[in-house]
């Protein structure tokens, strides 16, 4: 559902009242419309109509439409042609004209029905136009329901045999395709649900009707498995699939079994299975007894106010299914059946009020749903006029639908208001279609509020207006301050021009917003709100010096509104989360309010924000609650709206009513009660104890007539004074209780006792079993809450549910909502059935979220750290992550970064962070004490615990981790990590150094300086850039790569968003059942808020509110429900008063006025405290300014006086200057901080405990300016906080800070009463104030009072008068500023303690309090201590440890014999000699370390010489690693010179690609900017373009041809085909005859554009020779608009006609600046013939997918040989452990080369923009890569030479591994020179293989001797270190041969292996195999007889014979097969060569 459906907008919609009612459309769905005047009535899609004539009712017409109905007997209402066949007869009127609509409709069925898709047939409308896929079947018998018939199949005729589940009725006359009968289906179904899955998918109403019937039998549509695709995206097909095991059938019994629910359980199982639901919507159309009972179950669901998404998916679905429809059809029948007489009125006024109900229900909650139900409400007046004629309808159905009216036209009414509304002082609109959130237009200003004021003093009209003003005005509180704050920031920004010129900042301190410039959506972030977005700030100066600690910006739920630069487009947010690390860095969490909203919306965008700190939760749930208040819902109405002062009893009170008080008696004793909750910590459910034993004494109080005041028992007794005792009397006998409470007097020890006494007579209020009634605790703050419930939690083991806020109380954990989510329910229970629901939801919710999760850690993982090159190759382009590759110049480390990380200066950033950390910048901070300022106390206020933390799960953090392993190329580790891993004195430099390089790459990677795409495709080599841009072109990358990924979430998003609201609603189901069950309930006001809907259906019947004058009244107003009998409010509206954001609304509004307040102003009954347990007398005393009759304790006079200050009570004044926080809009005072500072640490050395001491304060900025002189190591523990939070507290010694003082004469709030009031009132023992008292008195008339008093008290002056407690004798010391408590600096006097310490040293400390024994005195006097032999003296304090001794003396090193200076205390064997080292090195130089030190590596500089014979100058250590780096200078087969050096070219056998930039001319006629050979596809913009447009492509990829019609034509010829055909008309040659400007003729061609030269004006210009006939009088000329040139027309012609082959495809360019000519008609011919020539090379060089696919498949079948290629000629058997090593490396190598080219090919694929060039490189690489691995396996399967260079041999094996990488690196193509290279290689490799076997051959030769020169010349040459060219392969081969000849050697020259996998590729039995007098072998097939003569391929000796004899000098290979005879001999055929015992 839209937004706009949800929350109507009455200015989108006319009224109702203004549409004709004829004219109400209900799209998808059977329209009944009627129109009183001029007689219609119409069913929507049928169009069939009837007349009404004289004064013929509906019920006439209908009547007589039903009587007069014929139909044929075999007609099925649900086959849609039979139901406009019977409604075509249903009346006698306008016959024609329905037979005309009957026709054309069933003309249009049949066309539709032969149309081609015809398959996919619509469903009638009622179903919402769904498609339907069928099998097509043309039947002789059809139904015109669909356009497709199915085919009845083996399931389906099975389906037919169930008889006892489905019958055939041809008589009933609905004719349903199929019935169920009685409740057999459908219980039984639930047995057997997989096996009849697919026939209650058939069943499903509409989408499944069947046709007629031929002999019996039913044509069947069969309806595909997947479930119908839902056309609003509610029920996906495979969600669908995913539930089809445990679908439920809503039958009868199931329905029953909801009767009697709770309204929310009822929605939540009716929607659990959308399937069923549609199933059971569609059965209430066949059978009107399940409609009937159906009916009263969504009576009841339509109640539920606590789930709103399952309501409106429930209300769209009978929407969508015809529900309506049906209901209107069944009330037709019930009003021809009650006019008829038919039906009894008892049973049909049920069903009437049920329907009533569910409209006005729905139509309260959308009042746009009316439309829906105006056609029934119609037909229900008459049903219920009938009724009343026959006086059948009784008085509450009458009253009902009364109701309904009414509230019908007063929508209506609401609509006309709202067209004609007017200015006066009536609201323009009614403030229940409000919408919530502000519109665009109220945030600019353009839509000003109406507002009136709160009435503080008498009654209010009515409900509507307390309603109307309480709305609008809380409305205003949050909405008032962004639009005020908006308008003024636009004017300022926009209407300033001067300002605008001067380029001065507008000044925006005054503004009612915090703005913020440059606002950007960094990531997005999953939580339990679901999909949120990460916005980073841009960090200004000013927001840097913000401390975030105590500033209240941005905290949790505060509104923000993020718009563009030009105030277009406006977004609104609420902040989630603001983590202080974060927020520093500018990082905070918001959830967009605006469902429609897509990520696309704001993404990449800039935007400016402005910020309201109002709390936009708990606005938006109290102004929804106060919406959905109507007549009769809000209890004690007559004193909330009409102040009436008699309050009566509550409802449940009785005259003879008694209540048990004793436990008020005996103040022990606990209350024991069953508990139904459980939860991990309390257990499992236990029955309550028996019951507690009273005394004697409370036998008096045990039967209490309650309301008879007279009959209580003393206040004496019940432990309470005259005034407690007279609040609880009212408390309990009053239905609405207020109770004020002076501070001190005990409030909340009343409240307990009046929540003691109602939990001990329960059963008077609470209800029954199954429908308990709890009582509600309601307060302000947290922390009130927690002690409220901390009292009853004492005195009562019940069920005691705590839920709101982030309870700080231990002991209330096992009371905490939470905790009790926790427990498991059996699934009989009602609330374990919710838990299985809620699981579902959340199994659901972990579906969508996962992958939502996921990709938001991805992203912030690319937002937050350097990526490898790899991960953004797609982002890059394959030329620049070539040219960022193979630029780099560097060493390649595998410890160190990446390329990207080189290329991005990580290693500098480093540095450069580390120097800025050890350069001071980030010194020494001394930790201070921690508080709860103002915002973080807000923060916890605000956040409800109301659902479970969304976090990745354990596999998507693996995958991430995995992620960040592969893809991440730096990233900075977790401070706690690094830590973890350093000493305790690196830590912390640690942590700020990685705390400072982490924020700096950050701030990098988050720059809003991006590159352009275009300016990235124009880099011809990343290395060049600076340092600046490199980081633009990266963030370019990143943002493209986020794209991605922000597109696959949005794909996700509202899935998941709609998968997390039906979750939360499934946890508030549950939460209200847990609440449901509890005794007690405790809520701060904004739980309630967050509740409201759950405490509507829950009903508590008492509800008590504490601190309830600080709430604002629609905060309580919203937590009454119309079952609410009992409402006690205890508070003190003389402390602090409601706090709302605008000033005005208190001011002027009053809306600062609580609703406990104006009770009181009103004169309503109410009770005060009066005696005080708080305050000693002195401090009482100033109290009473405000509460005069307030009393003190006699316990208060008890109190000690406080040690070293001469008085308990003091003011202190002084005239130093306040300051002001602009930042935070807050005061601090230097000198007052200072001074509480220096008084605190006095009263500390006191004795008092931290514990004992509380600072407070006015302001948060001067509690920032006290916390900063408080370090945590000596005041932790002592209470630093403002007033505001100290509601409810005391402490035993309070020091006052008030701040004001100045000299414009403003003291802000502490001119309000109230505050004054909390601030004197919360010290018990001592209490110091400072203030500066002369400018507070001439400003406040109370604080001149109390001034005036406490300076006749003697309790005022400038200074405090201090005393010594171990000198009480001595005069007191006057402190009057700070520094004079320097006096008294260890809290005595000044005077020196000389007592003697335990070392006999004195006490040189002054006089002190603490410590009196002197038992943690350290003494501070030199230590005396000799520590060694040599008599050194401990240099440490005497009350040190003597450490060993650290002088240094001489000493003889034994290791080495060296004199070093060695500390005294050391072993000089534990010494590392300083001395320089006289040692020479394993080379021969002499060592330059310390004689100490490592002596491995030689730093002496060396003239060395390399194996190539270059000689340089490096460290002698070099010599062993390093590469020769002289430049290798060859000339490339390019003909460039290699750019490598010697080392990096391998001494010349493999060299380096080519650097040289290519510059060559591409086919499209830019030129390469790639290296060498290396030319890619040109990604350059396209310069194609017409006349008609231009390509927006990549000048690579393939251009779209223009379809445009060509425009060439002139008066003589004309172009008749499209634009990029090659044109089909001759070029015109006559001349132009246009005149030019100047009055000459045109020189240009008929039809051509006009040259702009004259012949005669420009004559010189048009007559200079180029072709040689320009200056011929009647030459004409052709104007080349590309670039403007002109040249002589037949010249240009046959130059166009001039190919020249050398040139290849181009297109011909300009003769004078080579522009290529595109766009000149005349030659359009020749130019589009080039392009499709063009076109059609790129279609073959690029995106070849032929030539892909070959690539793949010889990719994918990379893979290893057999196993017996590893075998080194061991034989048959298991593998060793040397070949099983040798297998592994050689699978590991092949898998290595299938999955880098694979991965690369996958790249080519995705980007579809590939060269035929590159796929033949990876065709290349492949072989080569293959051909290297095989070679490489080959050498080391074979046995070593053994030869005398052993080193050579490994190098060489080393080489060829090496080398691998390097071939398998990405790249765009193979230069002939690196081809050439690697072949060499390779065949260096395969001489060096052909040795080894001819090795091996030698071993059983003779004549060795003779051919060692030769071997030795092959091994000199294969293995020698430089370049293996073809000659000396030629030399090698020549060698090979002359050995072969001279040893004659048997056998063939190769592996075992090898002759196994020949023999087995022959597949010739034994006995084939011959060889030649050369010994070369071959083989004869057939049956192995030599028949034919042939000559050996590899010596042309005679091989073969004829007639089954060999040729001389052949013979039998018996080697190769083991054949000891010749298969065509005779032996053979004997088998004697087969081995028998080896037949397989």
């Known amino acids: 559902m839209s937004q706009q459906e949800q929350t109507p907008q009455r200015s989108k919609s006319p009224p109702l009242s203004k549409i004709p009612v004829s004219a109400v459309e209900m799209p998808g769905q059977l329209t009944t419309t009627v129109d009183v005047q001029f007689g219609n009535f119409e069913f929507g899609s049928e169009n069939v109509q009837f007349s009404f004539e004289g004064n013929e009712t509906v019920t006439d017409v209908l009547t007589s439409a039903k009587s007069d109905s014929t139909r044929p007997e075999n007609t099925d209402l649900n086959d849609k042609s039979s139901f406009e066949y019977s409604r075509s007869s249903a009346s006698r009127r306008g016959r024609g004209r329905r037979r005309q609509n009957l026709d054309f409709i069933k003309a249009r069925n049949e066309r539709k029905r032969h149309e081609p898709d015809s398959v996919e047939g619509k469903l009638p409308s009622t179903a919402g136009n769904r498609r339907v896929k069928a099998d097509h079947d043309e039947g002789p018998c059809h139904t015109k329901s669909y356009k497709g018939h199915g085919k009845k199949t083996d399931r389906d005729r099975g389906n037919n045999r169930k008889a006892h589940r489905c019958k055939r009725d041809t008589t009933k006359k609905d004719h349903l395709s199929y019935m169920f009968s009685s409740d057999e289906y459908r219980e039984g179904a639930q047995e057997d649900t997989a096996e009849n899955e697919e026939f209650s998918a058939r069943s499903n109403g509409y989408a499944v009707q069947y046709g007629g019937e031929i002999d019996g039998c039913r044509k069947q549509v069969r309806i595909p498995d997947r479930a119908v695709e839902n056309t609003n995206n509610t029920f996906t097909e495979k969600g669908l699939e995913n539930n089809t095991n445990s679908r439920k059938v809503i039958g009868f019994p199931f329905l029953k079994k909801l009767m009697g629910k709770d309204a929310g359980y009822i929605v939540s199982e009716l929607t659990r299975t959308p399937q069923s639901l549609k199933d059971c919507i569609l059965r209430t159309s066949k059978e009107e007894d399940f409609l009937e009972v159906f009916l009263r179950v969504l009576a009841e669901a339509f109640k539920s106010r606590t789930t709103p998404s399952l309501m409106i998916r429930l209300f769209e679905t009978l929407k969508e299914i015809g529900f309506f429809e049906t209901l209107m059809k069944y009330v037709v029948d019930l009003l021809i059946k009650v006019t008829s007489g038919q039906t009894r009125g008892e049973n049909v006024q049920k069903v009437l009020k049920n329907i009533v109900s569910i409209i006005i229900e729905q139509t309260i909650r959308n009042p746009a749903s009316l439309s829906v139900f105006l056609r029934i409400h119609a037909l229900l007046g008459q049903v219920i006029n009938t009724l009343d004629k026959n006086s059948i309808a009784n008085d509450d159905l009458k009253s009902e639908y009364q109701r309904l009216t009414e509230h019908k036209e007063n929508i209506e009414t609401d609509q006309k208001q709202y067209l004609g509304r007017n200015q006066d002082k009536s609201p323009p609109n009614d403030f229940r279609q409000y919408p919530v959130s502000p519109s665009p237009g109220e945030i600019t200003g353009a839509v000003r509020p109406f507002l009136r004021p709160n009435k503080t003093d008498?009654?209010?009209?009515?409900?509507?207006?307390?309603?109307?003003?309480?709305?609008?005005?809380?409305?205003?509180?949050?909405?008032?301050?962004?639009?005020?704050?908006?308008?003024?920031?636009?004017?300022?920004?926009?209407?300033?021009?001067?300002?605008?010129?001067?380029?001065?900042?507008?000044?925006?301190?005054?503004?009612?917003?915090?703005?913020?410039?440059?606002?950007r959506v960094h990531s997005p972030v999953v939580t339990d709100k679901g999909l949120c977005y990460k916005l980073l700030l841009e960090m200004t100066e000013s927001l840097k010096r913000t401390n975030w600690k105590f500033s209240k910006r941005l905290i949790y739920g505060s509104m923000v509104c993020l718009t563009d630069k030009d105030f277009n487009d406006f977004f609104l947010a609420t902040v989630v989360e603001r983590e202080e690390k974060d927020i520093k860095n500018g990082f905070f969490v918001v959830h967009f309010e605006q469902e429609e909203l897509t990520t696309h919306d704001v993404l990449h965008k800039t935007f400016r924000m402005a910020e309201t700190t109002g709390y936009f939760e708990s606005y938006r749930h109290v102004l929804s609650s106060l919406q959905s208040i109507k007549d009769g819902d809000l209890p004690f109405e007559k004193y909330i709206v009409g102040c009436k002062k008699v309050t009566n009893p509550p409802a449940y009170l009785t005259p003879e009513t008694t209540y048990d008080l004793r436990p008020l008696v005996d103040n022990n004793i606990v209350l024991q009660e069953s508990r139904q909750l459980c939860s991990p910590s309390l257990g499992n459910r236990v029955k309550a104890k028996s019951r507690a034993t009273f005394s004697r004494a409370s036998n008096v109080a045990k039967a209490v007539p309650v309301t008879n005041h007279i009959m209580w028992p003393s206040n004496e007794l019940l432990h309470m004074d005259n005034s407690q005792y007279k609040?609880?009397?009212?408390?309990?006998?009053?239905?609405?209780?207020?109770?004020?409470?002076?501070?001190?007097?005990?409030?909340?020890?009343?409240?307990?006792?009046?929540?003691?006494?109602?939990?001990?007579?329960?059963?008077?209020?609470?209800?029954?079993?199954?429908?308990?009634?709890?009582?509600?605790?309601?307060?302000?703050?947290?922390?009130?809450?927690?002690?409220?419930?901390?009292?009853?939690?004492?005195?009562?083991?019940?069920?005691?549910?705590?839920?709101?806020?982030?309870?700080?109380?231990?002991?209330?954990?096992?009371?905490?909502?939470?905790?009790?989510?926790?427990?498991?329910?059996?699934?009989?229970?009602?609330?374990?059935?919710?838990?299985?629901?809620?699981?579902?939801?959340?199994?659901?919710?972990?579906?969508?979220?996962?992958?939502?999760?996921?990709?938001?850690?991805?992203?912030?993982?690319?937002?937050?750290?350097?990526?490898?090159?790899?991960?953004?190759?797609p982002e890059m382009g394959k030329r620049l992550y070539n040219n960022l590759v193979n630029g780099f110049r560097g060493k390649k480390k595998k410890d160190e970064f990446s390329y990207i990380g080189k290329w991005l200066g990580i290693g500098y950033i480093q540095k450069e962070c580390m120097e800025e950390v050890l350069s001071g910048k980030n010194g020494k901070h001394t930790k201070l004490i921690r508080v709860e300022?103002?915002?973080?106390?807000?923060?916890?206020?605000?956040?409800?615990?109301?659902?479970?933390?969304?976090?990745?799960?354990?596999?998507?953090?693996?995958?991430?981790?995995?992620?960040?392993?592969?893809?991440?190329?730096?990233?900075?580790?977790?401070?706690?990590?690094?830590?973890?891993?350093?000493?305790?004195?690196?830590?912390?430099?640690?942590?700020?150094?990685?705390?400072?390089?982490?924020?700096?790459?950050?701030?990098?990677?988050?720059?809003?300086?991006?590159?352009?795409?275009?300016?990235?495709?124009?880099?011809?080599?990343?290395?060049?850039?600076?340092?600046?841009?490199?980081?633009?072109?990266?963030?370019?990358?990143?943002?493209?790569?986020?794209?991605?990924?922000?597109?696959?979430?949005?794909?996700?998003?509202?899935?998941?968003?709609?998968?997390?609201?039906?979750?939360?609603?499934?946890?508030?189901?549950?939460?209200?059942?847990?609440?449901?069950?509890?005794?007690?309930?405790?809520?701060?006001?904004?739980?309630?808020?967050?509740?409201?809907?759950?405490?509507?259906?829950?009903?508590?019947?008492?509800?008590?509110?504490?601190?309830?004058?600080?709430?604002?009244?629609?905060?309580?107003?919203t937590t009454l429900s119309k079952k609410c009998e009992h409402l006690i409010l205890i508070g003190d509206h003389k402390q602090l008063r409601p706090n709302p954001t605008v000033y005005k609304l208190a001011v002027k509004y009053h809306l600062d006025v609580s609703f406990f307040e104006r009770m009181v102003t009103n004169d309503m009954p109410f009770n005060s405290l009066e005696l005080q347990h708080?305050?000693?007398?002195?401090?009482?005393?100033?109290?009473?300014?405000?509460?005069?009759?307030?009393?003190?304790?006699?316990?208060?006079?008890?109190?000690?006086?406080?040690?070293?200050?001469?008085?308990?009570?003091?003011?202190?004044?002084?005239?130093?200057?306040?300051?002001?926080?602009?930042?935070?809009?807050?005061?601090?005072?230097?000198?007052?901080?200072?001074?509480?500072?220096?008084?605190?640490?006095?009263?500390?050395?006191?004795?008092?405990?931290?514990?004992?001491?509380?600072?407070?304060?006015?302001?948060?900025?001067?509690?920032?300016?006290?916390?900063?002189?408080?370090?945590?190591?000596?005041?932790?523990?002592?209470?630093?906080?403002?007033?505001?939070?100290?509601?409810?507290?005391?402490?035993?010694?309070?020091?006052?800070?008030?701040?004001?003082?100045?000299?414009?004469?403003?003291?802000g709030f502490l001119q309000t009463e109230n505050r004054i009031c909390v601030a004197l009132s919360r010290a018990k023992v001592g209490f110091y104030v400072l203030g500066n008292f002369d400018h507070l008195a001439t400003h406040s008339t109370l604080w001149k009072q109390i001034s005036d008093d406490m300076k006749e008290k003697g309790y005022f002056g400038e200074g405090l008068k201090l005393y010594c407690q171990n000198h009480p004798n001595e005069s007191a010391i006057v402190v009057k500023s700070p520094e004079e408590f320097r006096n008294a600096p260890e809290g005595g006097c000044s005077k020196i303690c000389e007592a003697r310490l335990q070392c006999g040293h004195k006490c040189e400390k002054y006089c002190h309090v603490l410590d009196q024994r002197h038992e943690t005195i350290k003494c501070q006097k030199p230590c005396t201590k000799t520590l060694c032999e040599f008599q050194h003296i401990c240099p440490d304090k005497c009350y040190m440890e003597c450490r060993p001794c650290k002088e240094l003396v001489t000493k003889t090193v034994p290791k080495c014999g060296h004199s070093q200076q060695v500390p005294c205390a050391m072993n000089p064997e534990l010494f590392s000699c300083k001395a320089p080292c006289e040692k020479k090195l394993k080379c021969g130089h002499k060592c330059q370390n310390i004689c100490g030190g490592n002596h491995s590596r030689c730093s002496e500089k060396i003239h060395f010489t390399w194996p190539c014979g270059h000689i340089s100058t490096i460290c002698c250590w070099e010599a062993e690693s390093k590469l020769c780096p002289s430049p290798c200078e060859t000339i490339l087969k390019c003909e460039h010179i290699c750019s490598g050096t010697c080392g990096t070219c391998f001494n010349g056998r493999v060299h380096q690609p080519c650097r040289q930039v290519c510059s060559r001319n591409l086919i499209c006629s830019h030129q390469c900017k790639d290296y060498c050979d290396n030319c890619p596809p040109c990604t350059e913009p396209c310069r194609n373009r017409c006349v008609h447009s231009k390509c927006t492509k990549r000048c690579g990829e393939r251009c779209i041809p223009c379809k445009e019609p060509c425009i060439w034509e002139c008066s003589h010829y004309k172009c008749t085909r499209l634009c990029s055909e090659p044109c089909n008309r001759l070029r015109c040659n006559r001349a132009c005859n246009k005149t030019l400007k100047c009055q000459h003729k045109c020189i240009g061609l008929c039809g051509e554009p006009c040259p702009p030269l004259c012949r005669i004006c420009d004559k010189e210009q048009v007559t200079e020779i180029f072709f040689g006939d320009e200056d011929e009088p009647d030459a004409t000329f052709v104007l080349l608009e590309d670039c403007s040139h002109i040249f002589e027309t037949k010249a240009m012609d046959k130059y166009m006609l001039i190919v020249n082959v050398d040139e290849g495809i181009q297109l011909k360019c300009c003769p004078l600046c080579k522009t290529p000519i595109r766009k000149c008609l005349r030659y359009g011919k020749i130019v589009n013939r080039t392009l499709k020539d063009i076109e059609r090379v790129k279609k073959e060089i690029i995106g070849n997918f032929r030539i892909y696919e070959t690539v793949k498949r010889q990719v994918d079948a990379i893979s290893p040989k057999n196993r017996t290629d590893l075998r080194a000629g061991t034989g048959a058997g298991r593998l060793s452990p040397d070949e099983t090593k040798r297998l592994q490396q050689y699978q590991y190598y092949m898998d290595l080369c299938k999955n880098e080219l694979g991965i690369r090919l996958d790249e080519l694929r995705k980007t579809r923009f590939y060269t035929e060039k590159q796929l033949l490189t990876i065709q290349n690489q492949q072989r080569i890569a293959v051909a290297i691995i095989d070679v490489r396996q080959k050498i080391?399967?074979?046995?070593?030479?053994?030869?005398?260079?052993?080193?050579?041999?490994?190098?060489?094996?080393?080489?060829?591994?090496?080398?691998?990488?390097?071939?398998?690196?990405?790249?765009?193509?193979?230069?002939?020179?690196?081809?050439?290279?690697?072949?060499?290689?390779?065949?260096?490799?395969?001489a060096y293989v052909k040795l080894l076997k001819l090795r091996r051959a030698t071993k059983s030769a003779k004549n060795v001797a003779d051919a060692k020169s030769d071997i030795e010349k092959m091994e000199l040459l294969v293995l020698e270190e430089s370049r293996f060219t073809a000659d000396k392969g030629t030399e090698v081969h020549e060698c090979f041969e002359r050995v072969s000849q001279t040893l004659k050697i048997e056998g063939p020259c190769i592996s075992e292996d090898e002759r196994l996998e020949i023999i087995k590729a022959m597949g010739l039995t034994k006995g084939h195999w011959f060889k030649c007098?050369?010994?070369?072998?071959?083989?004869?097939?057939?049956?192995?007889?030599?028949?034919?003569?042939?000559?050996?391929?590899?010596?042309?000796?005679?091989?073969?014979?004829?007639?089954?004899?060999?040729?001389?000098?052949?013979?039998?290979?018996?080697?190769m097969d083991g054949a000891d005879y010749a298969a065509y001999s005779e032996e053979a055929n004997n088998m004697a060569n087969f081995d028998l015992n080896n037949l397989h």
């Open 458 to 519: 008498g009654e209010y009209e009515d409900l509507e207006h307390y309603l109307d003003v309480q709305f609008r005005l809380l409305r205003e509180d949050f909405v008032g301050p962004l639009r005020e704050g908006m308008a003024d920031y636009i004017r300022l920004v926009t209407t300033d021009k001067k300002r605008n010129k001067r380029k001065d900042k507008p000044n925006l301190r005054h503004l009612d917003i915090k703005v913020y410039e440059n606002v």
């Open 727 to 873: 609040a609880v009397q009212t408390a309990l006998t009053n239905e609405l209780a207020i109770i004020q409470g002076p501070p001190g007097t005990g409030k909340t020890y009343i409240g307990l006792q009046i929540v003691k006494a109602l939990l001990h007579n329960k059963s008077a209020w609470a209800g029954t079993k199954t429908k308990n009634r709890p009582m509600l605790i309601v307060c302000y703050t947290n922390h009130a809450l927690d002690q409220f419930v901390e009292g009853i939690v004492k005195f009562f083991k019940g069920d005691v549910l705590r839920v709101g806020g982030r309870s700080s109380s231990a002991s209330l954990e096992a009371f905490n909502l939470k905790r009790h989510r926790q427990v498991h329910h059996g699934p009989k229970t009602e609330l374990g059935r919710l838990q299985i629901r809620k699981r579902e939801a959340l199994r659901d919710l972990n579906i969508h979220s996962e992958l939502v999760q996921f990709w938001a850690a991805k992203i912030q993982m690319y937002r937050s750290e350097i990526v490898t090159e790899n991960v953004l190759l």
């Open 933 to 1117: 300022d103002d915002a973080t106390r807000r923060m916890r206020e605000r956040m409800i615990d109301i659902g479970d933390e969304v976090k990745l799960t354990a596999d998507s953090e693996s995958k991430i981790h995995n992620i960040r392993e592969e893809q991440v190329a730096f990233f900075v580790p977790n401070t706690k990590a690094a830590a973890q891993k350093s000493t305790d004195g690196e830590k912390t430099l640690n942590a700020k150094y990685l705390k400072h390089l982490k924020s700096t790459i950050i701030a990098k990677i988050s720059d809003n300086d991006i590159m352009s795409e275009h300016e990235a495709e124009t880099i011809p080599d990343v290395w060049r850039l600076n340092h600046h841009t490199k980081w633009r072109l990266y963030r370019l990358w990143i943002q493209k790569l986020c794209t991605k990924i922000y597109d696959k979430i949005e794909e996700k998003r509202r899935d998941f968003e709609e998968a997390s609201e039906r979750y939360q609603e499934a946890s508030a189901q549950g939460d209200k059942e847990i609440m449901r069950q509890a005794a007690v309930i405790g809520m701060t006001t904004s739980g309630a808020a967050r509740y409201q809907s759950v405490l509507r259906d829950i009903g508590p019947r008492i509800i008590v509110v504490e601190e309830a004058a600080e709430v604002l009244e629609a905060h309580i107003i």
């Open 1174 to 1307: 708080r305050m000693r007398p002195e401090i009482s005393s100033i109290m009473r300014h405000i509460y005069p009759d307030l009393k003190d304790h006699e316990h208060v006079e008890t109190y000690p006086n406080v040690k070293g200050i001469s008085t308990n009570l003091f003011l202190i004044n002084h005239t130093h200057s306040e300051n002001s926080n602009k930042d935070i809009k807050s005061y601090s005072n230097q000198k007052e901080a200072e001074y509480a500072v220096a008084l605190c640490r006095y009263l500390l050395l006191q004795g008092y405990t931290r514990n004992d001491i509380t600072l407070l304060t006015t302001y948060t900025g001067q509690l920032i300016c006290i916390r900063n002189l408080m370090p945590r190591e000596e005041f932790e523990g002592v209470k630093l906080t403002v007033v505001d939070n100290y509601q409810g507290e005391e402490n035993e010694i309070l020091i006052l800070s008030l701040v004001r003082s100045n000299d414009f004469g403003k003291i």
């Open 1836 to 1886: 080391e399967c074979l046995p070593s030479l053994k030869t005398s260079q052993p080193k050579a041999e490994k190098d060489l094996i080393s080489f060829l591994q090496e080398l691998l990488p390097n071939i398998l690196q990405p790249r765009n193509c193979l230069t002939d020179q690196e081809i050439e290279d690697f072949m060499s290689e390779i065949e260096r490799a395969k």
């Open 1973 to 2015: 007098p050369n010994n070369h072998i071959y083989a004869i097939g057939e049956c192995g007889g030599a028949t034919q003569r042939g000559k050996c391929p590899e010596c042309n000796a005679d091989i073969g014979g004829e007639h089954h004899r060999l040729t001389d000098g052949n013979q039998l290979a018996r080697e």
